[in-house]
């Protein structure tokens, strides 16, 4: 008898054996003729060679179910289980789902400039996102990028940000350095909490997968396949910025994203961001998307407020 061994690294086994292991009773049901074990991070399964082929096929076709819907319930494993092989109809990526969020939620671009980043990114390796808050850059930026770690374009997401929030100062706050610089990357945590469960999400961090880390940190670094995030762009300097943008590795994409009406800057800073637009808008390869109050997805208040303030000349422009 021969014995098929299936280590499972790519799912929690808890997400894959489902609840009192029901997949397992049904992957034994549908595969009688093999004798399957499930036990901590493994799966074992003992019998012929073509069937064993085959059940490996299908676990497979389980996991690579999971990883793109965050979800694996009944009718979708006995799908998969007696499908011809490949993807049952229907189970694509709807159009225009960027990713499958926890609990079902779909992940789209809502706005026409949300959906120009979309294209922008599939014709180009570099992409300049800037507009008010609340147009959707920085969560579609996540959205991206998780994407393309689960069709496995690129082998990390790595999320920065400088640690400048106006005008308040690291030192004055409270708690080790992790604890002081987490409130700065709050907004790309929670995108991410949207997209992938809890327990995936912080085995991700763990293992270094998606990195989450302040600005100065990407000094001296080469981002190789990698899906790169830049937010809040608009407060680097010019070195900042110069030293982001030349971490870009091979098989990488980069988006930066920013708010030029909202610089937290010393007033006689240039922006990084501001300065970089104009310097690489000739540049093959990077493309440039700006939104505005029509990309507005948080309250309706917020697109009101915007429009109000374009009366006004900013103090920090």
Known sequence: MNERLIELTEINPKDLFGPQNATVEILRKYFSRLKIVARGTTLKAYGETEVLDEFEKRVNMLIKYFNRYNKLDENSI???????????????????????????????????????????????????????????????????????????????????????????????????????????????????????????????????????????????????????????????THNQMKMFLTRMGKSAKFIITGDPGQIDLPRKQVSGLKEAMLALKEVKGIAFVHLDDKDVIRHRLVKQIISAYKCIEPGNE
Do not use: W
């Open 78 to 236: 006995e799908r998969l289980l007696t499908s011809n092989g490949e993807e049952p109809k229907g189970s694509k990526l709807a159009d225009g789902v960027l990713v499958h969020g926890v609990s079902g939620r779909l992940i789209k671009a809502q706005t026409t400039n949300q959906r120009n980043m979309v294209s922008a990114m599939v014709k180009n390796d570099m992409l300049f996102a800037v507009g008010p808050a609340g147009t959707g850059k920085t969560y579609t930026a996540v959205a991206l990028a998780v994407k393309a770690l689960k069709e496995k374009s690129v082998r990390r997401i790595v999320l920065t940000r400088p640690a400048v929030e106006s005008g308040e100062n690291l030192g004055f706050l409270p708690g080790d350095l992790k604890e002081k610089l987490d409130p700065y990357m709050q907004p790309l945590y929670d995108a991410l909490r949207d997209m992938i469960p809890f327990e995936k999400l912080d085995t991700y961090i763990e293992k270094g997968i998606i990195q989450i880390a302040p600005l100065a940190f990407m000094r001296g670094r080469t981002l190789d396949n990698a899906f790169v995030i830049l937010d809040e762009a608009q407060n680097t």
